[in-house]
């Protein structure tokens, strides 16, 4: 019997096994963000179900099937609702599942510097493209909350998923809280 292999980088830990492919967990929930950043996400002007997404996300809570199927497996398959390929976890949930990786592509080239991937993107050094006014945290929290408005339509009232419209209602949040932000500006 072989041991298994354990690799852990700044933001995965994989597990390898012989006989097994790699088993692969972020550990983005799992780093600590410092008190700083903690006091800048709670100046943000955000709503109450903004923030709780968020703080769900960070902290790996988010109601996904996986969770849910914990306490009643008859109920809920962990299997997604929009790929029923993965099991839907917190990654899988908000970056892994092929619609929301598209999302997060395009939101990307819209927001953010075209040409960068969703795969080498540095979440702790967040730069918004040269014409976007918006902060690039305010970008993050705004999709990741979007991005769970749409799932959660589907998974409820069956409205289909589309990354672009997702993309196009970020868009218009965005646009939304710049105005409610610089209501003062106009007086």
Same mark, same amino acid.
């Given at each position: !019997?072989?041991?298994?292999?354990?690799?852990?980088?700044?933001?995965?830990?994989?597990?390898?096994?012989?006989? !097994?492919?790699?088993?692969?967990?972020?550990?983005?929930?799992?780093? &600590? =963000?410092?008190?700083?950043?903690?006091? /800048?996400?709670?100046?943000?002007?955000?709503?109450?179900?903004?923030?709780?997404?968020?703080? /769900?996300?960070?902290?790996?809570?988010?109601?996904?099937?996986?969770? !849910?199927?914990?306490?009643?497996?008859?109920?809920?398959?962990?299997?997604? &609702?929009?790929?029923?390929?993965?099991?839907?976890?917190?990654?899988?949930?908000?970056?892994?599942?092929?619609?929301?990786?598209?999302?997060?592509?395009?939101?990307?080239?819209?927001?953010?510097?075209?040409?960068? $991937?969703?795969?080498?993107?540095?979440?702790?050094?967040? &730069?918004?493209?040269?014409?976007? =006014?918006?902060?690039?945290?305010?970008?993050?929290?705004?999709?990741?909350?979007?991005?769970?408005?749409?799932?959660?339509?589907? $998974?409820?009232?069956?409205? /289909?998923?589309?990354?672009?419209?997702?993309?196009?209602?970020?868009?218009?949040?965005?646009?939304? /809280?710049?105005?409610?932000?610089?209501?003062?500006?106009?007086?």
């Amino acid at each position: !019997m072989h041991a298994s292999t354990l690799f852990v980088s700044s933001d995965a830990i994989k597990i390898y096994s012989p006989g !097994m492919n790699f088993k692969f967990r972020h550990i983005s929930s799992l780093l &600590v =963000p410092s008190a700083a950043a903690w006091s /800048r996400f709670w100046t943000l002007s955000l709503t109450l179900v903004q923030r709780n997404v968020t703080y /769900r996300w960070l902290h790996g809570k988010a109601n996904t099937r996986a969770l !849910m199927s914990l306490y009643d497996p008859l109920v809920y398959q962990t299997a997604c &609702v929009l790929c029923l390929s993965c099991d839907e976890t917190v990654e899988h949930l908000f970056f892994e599942c092929p619609s929301k990786f598209a999302f997060w592509t395009a939101l990307i080239q819209e927001f953010l510097w075209p040409g960068t $991937a969703l795969t080498t993107l540095n979440c702790g050094k967040l &730069v918004a493209g040269p014409s976007c =006014p918006y902060e690039p945290a305010l970008i993050s929290i705004i999709a990741i909350f979007e991005l769970w408005k749409a799932h959660w339509r589907f $998974a409820v009232q069956g409205q /289909r998923f589309h990354p672009a419209n997702v993309v196009a209602c970020t868009s218009t949040a965005l646009q939304k /809280r710049f105005a409610e932000d610089h209501l003062l500006e106009l007086e």
